[in-house]
């Protein structure tokens, strides 16, 4: 099992920036790649952005190229989801995931975290 809590959502105003963190504990987080997803209320869940097991490679989604960036630190067990130049339409639930998969898929990930929510004012 691994057990996967993010943190670090919160209320942003457009244009600003927070980062979210997802710390794993149980088995070897390098066995994993990690992603995030979000799900918006009323709409299905969406991928943002995925990271492979070592760090070295990674996607985003279209729809925030250039505003989030994924990355890892395996000496802490940790996944990040830097966030910039907010918009009211990354108003979301967003879930960190792990799985012995690199991609764009739900279905994929083997393990969740319980969601951190993001709001973002106009």
């Known amino acids: 099992q691994v057990q996967l809590v993010e943190s670090g959502g919160g209320l942003v105003q457009a244009g600003g920036s927070l980062r979210l963190s997802c710390a794993a504990s149980g088995r070897t987080f390098t066995n994993y790649g990690m992603a995030w997803f979000r799900q918006a209320p009323g709409k299905e869940r969406e991928f943002v952005g995925v990271?492979?097991?070592?760090?070295?490679?990674?996607s985003i989604a279209v729809s925030v190229q250039g505003r989030f960036t994924i990355s890892r630190d395996n000496a802490k067990n940790t996944v990040y989801l830097q966030m910039n130049s907010l918009k009211p339409e990354d108003t979301a639930v967003y879930y960190c995931a792990a799985g012995s998969v690199y991609g764009n898929s739900p279905g994929g990930y083997d393990y969740w975290g319980q969601g951190t929510q993001v709001t973002v004012s106009s």
């Open positions: 990271i492979s097991r070592s760090g070295i490679t990674t």
